[in-house]
């Protein structure tokens, strides 16, 4: 009797999906590969040597791989380096909430108020121009400008308004400040700018039609809709602040001793194991603040 | 009553808007039926207050608008594509104008609550105001833009292609209910279209804008069988417009209509006497389900249009590229004097 075979085939074959399956993950493999290669080695195995070599004896010339805590005690139990954390923080703080104070307004001209695409390129593309120099210029041009003899305390003695130069402009915390809002800025103005683009023009118009006053359309829509762009502005300003030396070294007049400072110095004197334990610390903070804004907005919600 | 009058917008060298003169009368659904680039858009944001005419007056009531700025003027407007604040719930953007409005806001939550599930049941959206916007279909926005809207209360709430962005189907649902909802409400909605089934299906009143200007503005069967000039009779795609010459001198001189299902077709030669005739090439037929179009080829070029319902038959057979008169009954031409 011959009777129609029901059976599937023995054969193990790989069905068109299974294939597909298949090919698809070797692609993002592929894709992976170079980043994660680039990561653990340059990153994942360094941090882990820091963490390891923190934990090292120091001597005064040398450094061996006994283990030992003689390092994160010194760190932790000096009064230098627990207010150095805290002169970080504090920068940090003010210069995050300075870059969204004068960034804000930017952004919400460039994204908002300018409709013309051409215009609103080239205003961005402004905001650059000044990194067409050389950082270390950016930074020591504010000397000639804040300085005693400065081009400020000229001015103003000119004007009659005071008759002693500020000397708190330049050499201080204050210099330290307005020099990294003025570099930072732009990273702040850039997201948020497309952030505020992105918003639809009759969104607004439909709550202007409800009834709304621009103070209130602002605060219930616009300001809403942009805080992502606040949120990637502030990572991307505290993770190069909190990691901050050149500003405080040239500006400051060695006064502001930044957590980035310490590591500079302790790795020019050969301390090694005490450069490792300031940097652990100081990624510890960097970790911390972006997973913070992380969790205020939800980015993945705007991807 | 929503008054405009001989209101013109200039955007540099061209004119959208040409001395509008254009009524909406009290509880009227008003359809506003113009082609793609007329200005149709333009005259619903001046009206809303989002941009200001360079010339002319809109007032309600007597009331004067034009200048007041937009948030002032107490007018609806739901956008073609809703505009919905993505960062807030349905109830939150139902509540919107009630909550932030300039003018006389509520703040009592309880007030809030009742009236925004007042709204949202009116428009059949009763338990959705918890969702999220990106998390409702297209219809359902569209009612969701329609509450957000009504629950202030507007003297006027004007729609612009409230039904371009749903599917068919959607469309058909969504028209019923539009017109029942403002009955309800006992205020004027203007909604504007550039579909004229639509305009016509929708309005009590339908006004056609052609070149800046309101040509037309009439009950619907009054504008379809009576269109008072060539522009109004070419937006509703139901009627052929040709020179009166091409029927020799039986029709004098101007333009002439003749509605696509007003036109006999015979053989050359064979036209039942007094009835005026045109001679014209076959191009080609349409099946259009219940229907079947016919297109023709007249002398100088205009094309024609006859339609043929399949249960009433009146055409005969024809052949592509044949000639065949076109005749019509006298009465059933509209003449129009001056330029086409």
Wanted: proline share 5%.
């Amino acid at each position: 009797m011959t009777a129609l075979s029901t059976d599937t085939p023995t054969k193990p074959t790989h069905s068109p999906a299974e294939l597909r399956e298949k090919q698809d993950r070797r692609r993002a493999m592929g894709l992976l590969t170079p980043g994660l290669l680039w990561m653990s080695l340059f990153m994942v195995l360094p941090m882990c040597m820091v963490v390891y070599v923190s934990f090292w004896t120091q001597t005064t010339f040398a450094v061996e791989s006994t283990l030992t805590t003689a390092s994160w005690e010194r760190f932790l139990s000096s009064s230098t380096y627990l207010s150095a954390i805290g002169t970080t923080l504090r920068v940090w703080a003010i210069v995050l909430v300075a870059t969204v104070v004068v960034g804000y307004p930017v952004a919400l001209f460039i994204g908002l108020f300018v409709r013309n695409k051409t215009f609103q390129t080239a205003l961005l593309v402004a905001c650059v121009i000044p990194f067409w120099t050389s950082f270390l210029i950016r930074v020591i041009a504010w000397r000639p400008m804040l300085g005693t003899e400065g081009a400020i305390n000229v001015i103003l003695m000119k004007l009659g308004i005071i008759s002693e130069p500020l000397t708190f402009l330049l050499f201080s915390e204050f210099s330290v400040l307005v020099g990294m809002t003025q570099i930072y800025c732009v990273f702040m103005v850039g997201p948020i700018t497309f952030m505020l683009g992105r918003i639809d023009p009759s969104v607004i118009e439909a709550a202007r039609d409800l009834g709304a006053s621009f103070g209130t359309i602002f605060r219930r829509i616009i300001l809403p809709l942009s805080l992502p762009g606040v949120m990637v502005g502030s990572i991307f300003v505290s993770v190069m602040v909190l990691g901050e030396f050149a500003t405080a070294a040239s500006l400051s007049g060695r006064k502001v001793n930044l957590l980035g400072n310490i590591i500079v110095s302790q790795v020019g004197s050969l301390k090694w194991a005490f450069a490792a334990v300031a940097g652990v610390v100081l990624t510890i903070i960097i970790t911390a603040v972006i997973a913070l804004a992380l969790r205020i907005v939800d980015l993945r919600k705007e991807m | 009553m929503l008054t405009l009058s001989r209101v013109s917008r200039r955007y540099g060298e061209t004119t959208a808007l040409d001395g509008v003169d254009f009524v909406v009368p009290e509880n009227t659904y008003m359809s506003l039926l113009g082609a793609s680039g007329s200005g149709k858009t333009t005259l619903l944001r001046l009206i809303a207050g989002f941009e200001e005419p360079d010339q002319g007056e809109i007032s309600i009531d007597g009331e004067r608008i034009d200048g007041q700025p937009p948030h002032l003027r107490d007018i609806g407007f739901v956008f073609q594509n809703f505009a919905l604040f993505p960062h807030l719930t349905v109830a939150q953007n139902v509540s919107y104008g009630l909550r932030y409005r300039a003018n006389a806001p509520v703040s009592n939550e309880n007030e809030i609550k009742d009236r925004t599930e007042s709204v949202l049941s009116l428009v059949g959206l009763s338990g959705f105001g918890h969702r999220a916007i990106s998390a409702i279909s297209g219809g359902q926005r569209q009612r969701v833009a329609l509450a957000r809207t009504m629950i202030c209360e507007p003297r006027v709430i004007l729609l612009d292609e409230p039904l371009g962005a749903l599917d068919a189907n959607l469309r058909a649902r969504m028209c019923d209910e539009l017109k029942a909802i403002r009955e309800r409400l006992k205020v004027s909605f203007l909604h504007v279209t550039g579909s004229e089934t639509e305009a016509l299906t929708m309005g009590d009143k339908v006004a056609v804008l052609s070149g800046g200007k309101i040509v037309q503005s009439d009950a619907p069967d009054t504008l379809f069988s009576h269109p008072n000039n060539v522009d109004a009779a070419r937006h509703l795609n139901a009627w052929n417009i040709f020179e009166a010459g091409l029927c020799g001198p039986a029709m004098g001189q101007g333009t002439v209509a003749v509605r696509f299902d007003q036109i006999d077709v015979s053989a050359e030669g064979e036209v039942p006497d007094g009835r005026p005739w045109l001679r014209a090439k076959y191009l080609t037929g349409e099946f259009n389900g219940p229907t079947a179009l016919s297109f023709f080829r007249a002398e100088d070029g205009t094309l024609l249009q006859v339609i043929d319902h399949l249960s009433q038959p009146r055409l005969p057979d024809m052949v592509e590229g044949q000639h065949y008169d076109l005749h019509f009954a006298p009465d059933a031409a509209r003449q129009f004097h001056g330029a086409a």
